[in-house]
């Protein structure tokens, strides 16, 4: 059941990210942006499970969870500002 909603979870991904980008992002410059935001989460997907696990081995599972919980926050306050500014323009 969990490789069914992961795997699920990433084909969805492969398709909405392009769709809410160009939401967001003007026609012309749509490649250029789109390079720019798959290598952040290319960087995010090496880097994340690294620092998590130092932070885990460190402190403990209580700190991971919390930070993982206050980028989610802000992933999600960050998508409702470029929405509001997006229905702006």
Request: glycine fraction near 12%.
């Amino acid at each position: 059941m969990f490789v069914l909603l992961f795997g699920a979870g990433f084909g969805v991904l492969n398709i909405a990210r392009p769709a809410l980008l160009g939401r967001f992002v003007p026609t012309p410059v749509f490649a250029a942006v789109s390079g720019q935001q798959a290598l952040a989460v290319q960087f995010g997907r090496v880097v994340a499970p690294l620092a998590v696990g130092a932070l885990i081995t460190a402190v403990g599972y209580g700190a991971g969870f919390t930070v993982i919980a206050g980028c989610v926050l802000a992933a999600a306050v960050l998508l409702v500002l470029a929405d509001r500014a997006a229905a702006s323009t």
